[in-house]
């Protein structure tokens, strides 16, 4: 149900029925290892191309949630999924795979988010009776696609980010326990001017804020409510700079419970500059890490803010500036 | 002792150029090396850049803005063997060396190793 401009409020409370979740070997030396369902030591695993990897993680990811949640494929309604790469392969080809009816979704980084929205949007409003949010991103396919194949050795500035190898997927459907999905705000593309692809966490966080503003007023809520507030993947630098737009607009906010998945997934040692990225990010630490900790019982209600960069390679060659985009999701327990 | 101090000295500046042409001008790595190649074929054409090879050796052959100026000097002195069209021969005459070797080690190191990343 539409609540203020643009917000959704869920009042059947879909439930996150289950998740599956897939890392690679650099997110299996992170401290979040142990929330993976499965990680792979290969990063081809074993596959022919980074490409093709990437869609398998994605498949891993689908197939995984569906079978803890004790489902079959076939029983899925729909299958919302997107990822990096262009023309959204990596989503549409394990689709191809799975069989379930498809909706084909791009929001890059935010997918996680925007896909968890409208799959709780179809659940709610009767269109579905489960409905399957995924995503995914490799390290690999994305440096080639956005920034230089990985073999040609180009130096990176320490506000560049590292994209996480990984796939998150989440089924909703009406349960009686669990964590449930009780409303989501659909962010404005906001565009600062920002054109350098070494720095998205700079460029992402004033979408991250819009949307964050956008949902405290239409929800009319105090962000005080969440136990954690998770942006998807701004990075050390977007997350500085997120901190400060907030206290800029006077907005009241829990400082002390305001993250970044991007800083939760790997460690100080791994040689990550600003952090992590990637579509993977705010999936599989929103799916995985926090989805654990609602289990056990040391989060309440969470607020995940994923947050997408909509540049191609093409846009960036033409030297224009990168909009961005953020999600807002509120899952309790 | 002062040849390595000098070769250090020299070597390090023209990296630093490049390392400074990223950073502050925000230069993608092969708009680098191209500049840093113009560079060494202009100032090999108004003949300083063999000065700077003699003053300081390796520090000033190795890196790139060498490759610039070896193209130049390959393409005067054949010209003025041959006249005009020298400067179409010789251009790859003193570099054909370090080019031919790209290519066939590129080749080899491809066929042993997964080229694609």
Known sequence: MLKGHQSWVFNSRPAVLACGTVGGPFEAQGPLAEDFDILHDDMWLGQESFEKAERKMLEEACEKAVEKAGQKGADVNFHLSGDLMNQIISSSFAARTLGIPYLGLFGACSTAMESLALAAQLVDSGAARMALASTSSHNGSAEKQFRYPTEYGAQKPPTAQWTVTGAGAALLGAGEEGPRVTSATIGRVVDMGLSDPFNMGAAMAPAAVDTLKAHARDLEVDLFSYDLIATGDLGRVGHEIAKDLIEEKKLPFPKERFMDCGLLIYDKTQPVHAGASGCACSAVVTFGHLINRMKRGELKKILAVATGALLSPLSYQQKESIPCIAYAVSIEI | ?117
Do not use: W
């Open chain 2, 1 to 117: 002792m002062e040849k390595f101090i000098l070769a250090f000295l020299v070597g390090g500046g023209i990296c630093l150029i490049g390392q400074l042409l990223m950073d502050l001008l925000r230069l993608t790595p092969a708009h680098t090396t191209v500049s840093l190649v113009v560079a060494g074929a202009v100032l090999g054409g108004l003949g300083l850049y063999e000065p700077l090879i003699k003053f300081a050796g390796a520090g000033a052959s190795v890196p790139i803005s060498s490759f610039g100026n070896a193209l130049v000097q390959g393409a005067i002195t054949e010209s003025e063997r041959t006249g005009l069209i020298g400067i179409l021969t010789g251009i790859f005459e003193v570099t054909s060396a370090g080019i031919s070797a790209a290519l066939i080690f590129s080749f080899m190191a491809a066929l042993i190793f997964k080229p694609k990343g």
